[in-house]
């Protein structure tokens, strides 16, 4: 509700009321006067033009009234603009209900990721520490074997493995390096055919005594080896690698005498073949031989 009241411009002029809410208005004269008039003004939500008088009005009384009603008239379209603008959105409170829950939810798996990924960080540096300890204690064993190994098949040699990085042994690799009876240290890439053979194969028998391999298959591992070397390895083989099978292509007779099984690959009339052969039984057959042609000997 409200109410506004007006004076008239000149002092004889009647002094009006004007008094109402959202349904009408009544303009009414103040008490002071000799007349009374009465103005009764209906209006809806659109207009404000609906004007009923009670009494007549003089031509100045008739113009306030006019200019009010007209400010009126504009002061109300515009608050009607506004609170049409500021219509409250029900769905909106229905949105952001459901907008907060699923925020909440989002921040609760955003927690719960957080969590995982820091219990997954700590078990990845826990796994990185323990690999970086078992490599180290290994590294050690096989770097010790391996200088055991090498001065044995060699007779004198020695050998060394060596981290190019130690803090982070996985980043730059290892380098290998020996020293031949009677010469200087020298890495793989110096030694001659005869020297990567010995050298390969003292790390290989290195790395079986830390981890022993069930089987292993080696192609002519003794082609470059001299007459001396090839026995040095065969009995190598065959007396400190008894955990193993070892299956080796060779030419060389002091390398396949000392199989336990040898298989023979021949060819005839352009078809291949083989035929499997127990060394110990050729022994022991020959060696019965030779004592029964010793008899017979003996006996003419």
């Known amino acids: 509700e409200f109410m506004q009241s007006k004076k008239g411009e000149s002092e004889n002029s009647n002094s009006m009321e004007i008094e109402g809410n959202t349904s009408s208005l009544d303009v009414q004269p103040s008490t002071t006067g000799s007349k009374q008039k009465r103005v009764k003004i209906n209006f809806d939500s659109q207009s404000l033009a609906n004007i009923e008088v009670e009494q007549d009005l003089n031509i100045e009384q008739l113009n306030a009234l006019q200019r009010y009603l007209q400010e009126i008239d504009l002061k109300y379209g515009i608050e009607q603009e506004r609170l049409q603008g500021l219509k409250p959105n029900i769905n909106a409170i229905t949105e952001f209900k459901k907008k907060y829950l699923e925020f909440k939810q989002r921040a609760q798996d955003l927690e719960d990721i957080q969590t995982k990924i820091k219990t997954i960080k700590s078990d990845v540096d826990q796994l990185k520490k323990k690999r970086f300890e078992e490599f180290m204690t290994g590294f050690q064993i096989i770097g010790q074997k391996l200088k055991e190994t090498y001065q044995h098949l060699t007779k004198g040699g020695d050998a060394e493995l060596e981290l190019i990085d130690s803090l982070d042994p996985f980043n730059e690799g290892v380098v290998f390096s020996v020293r031949p009876p009677k010469k200087s240290w020298k890495q793989m890439s110096k030694l001659s055919g005869g020297e ?76 291949t073949k083989t035929i499997a052969i127990d060394p110990k039984k050729i022994q022991l057959k020959v060696e019965q031989s030779e004592e029964q042609n010793k008899e017979n000997q003996n006996q003419n």
Not at 207 to 234: C, Q, R, S
Not at 240 to 248: D, G, L, P, V, Y
């Open 196 to 271: 990567k053979t010995l050298s390969s194969l003292a790390l290989v028998f290195a790395l079986h005594y830390y981890k022993p391999t069930p089987l292993y298959f080696m192609d002519e591992i003794d082609a470059a080896l001299d007459f001396k070397n090839v026995g040095i390895v065969g009995e190598y083989i065959l007396n400190r690698t008894k955990n193993a099978q070892f299956i080796i292509i060779s030419l060389r007779n002091q390398m396949f005498e000392l199989a336990n099984k040898l298989v023979g690959v021949y060819k005839t009339f352009d078809t």
